[in-house]
C-alpha cells in the first residue's frame, strides 16, 4: 500500500497532496474539493476513506498554494477561477501517469462545488485518461462549454433539499451528452451534513467508479 504526502508541479506552482494507494486498487480517483476548502475536507477525506475501503485509490489535493488561499480568503479571487483549477486537475491527471505505481490504474475524478466543473474540464482535456467523473453538490453548469465534450460517465450526487443546485444540475444534464445519472439524496442540503447522507453519496460514488472505472480490469485479473 502506497500512503504519502506529495507535490504535483503545475505552471509556477506545487500543489501539496495526499496519495493512498491499497495494494490491488482498481484505479485512482483525484478529488477537486470546492471553493473555500481544502484537501483536509473532512467530508471528502470520508468519502476517500469509503473509497480505499471499495478498493480504489485516492489523491485528494489542493488546487491552490498557500499563498494563494490566504489571498482567496481577502479577495475570493480564484476560487471561481474554474479554468485555473481545471488546468492543475489536468497536470494532476499527468502526473498520475508518470508514476510507475498509478500509470496503469483507470483514474476518476470527484468534485464537489466548483470543484465539479474543473473536474469536468478535466475530463474533457484527457478524455483517453479520465473515465468517470463523480460530482457531489457540485455546480457542472459552470463547466460551460466543456459539458457537451465530456467522454467519461458522469453522477451527479445533489441534495433533495438543495433546491438551487439540485435546479443547476438538473439544466446540465441536459447539455451532458455523455452517459449520465442524477442521483438525489433525499432531505438533504448542500454539505449533506444529515444523518447517513455522505455515506449514501460514499456508496453511489463507490458503485459508479466500480462500474466505470474497472472495465477490463476483472478480466486482466482473472485472467
Do not use: Y
Amino acid at each position: 500500500m502506497v500512503s504519502e504526502n506529495i507535490l504535483v508541479p503545475s505552471g509556477d506552482a506545487a500543489l501539496e497532496g495526499d496519495l493512498v494507494v491499497p495494494g490491488e486498487a482498481w484505479g485512482i480517483v483525484l478529488f477537486a474539493h470546492g471553493s473555500g476548502s481544502s484537501r483536509l475536507s473532512p467530508r471528502n477525506l470520508e468519502v476517500a476513506a469509503g473509497l480505499h475501503g471499495a478498493g480504489f485509490g485516492t489523491l485528494l489535493l489542493d488546487l491552490l498554494t498557500e499563498e494563494e488561499e490566504r489571498e482567496d480568503v481577502v479577495t475570493g479571487r480564484h476560487r471561481f477561477d474554474i479554468a485555473l483549477l481545471a488546468r492543475r486537475l489536468v497536470d494532476a491527471v499527468d502526473w498520475l501517469e508518470r508514476r510507475p505505481d498509478t500509470v496503469d490504474l483507470p483514474v476518476g475524478l470527484f468534485g464537489a462545488s466548483t470543484g465539479a466543473a474543473a473536474a469536468l474540464m478535466a475530463a474533457a482535456e484527457r478524455p483517453q485518461r479520465v473515465s468517470a467523473v463523480v460530482s457531489r453538490g457540485g455546480r457542472p453548469d459552470l463547466a460551460d462549454d466543456a459539458l457537451p465534450l465530456v467522454a467519461a460517465p458522469v453522477l451527479l450526487v445533489v441534495g433533495g433539499s438543495d433546491e438551487a443546485v439540485l435546479d443547476l444540475n438538473r439544466k446540465a444534464a441536459e447539455r451532458t451528452s455523455a452517459l449520465h445519472r442524477l442521483h438525489v439524496v433525499p432531505g438533504a442540503t448542500h454539505l449533506f451534513p444529515e444523518t447517513g447522507a455522505l455515506e449514501q453519496v460514499t456508496e453511489a460514488a463507490a458503485h459508479w467508479f466500480r462500474d466505470h472505472l474497472t472495465e477490463g480490469v476483472d478480466d486482466e485479473r482473472s485472467g
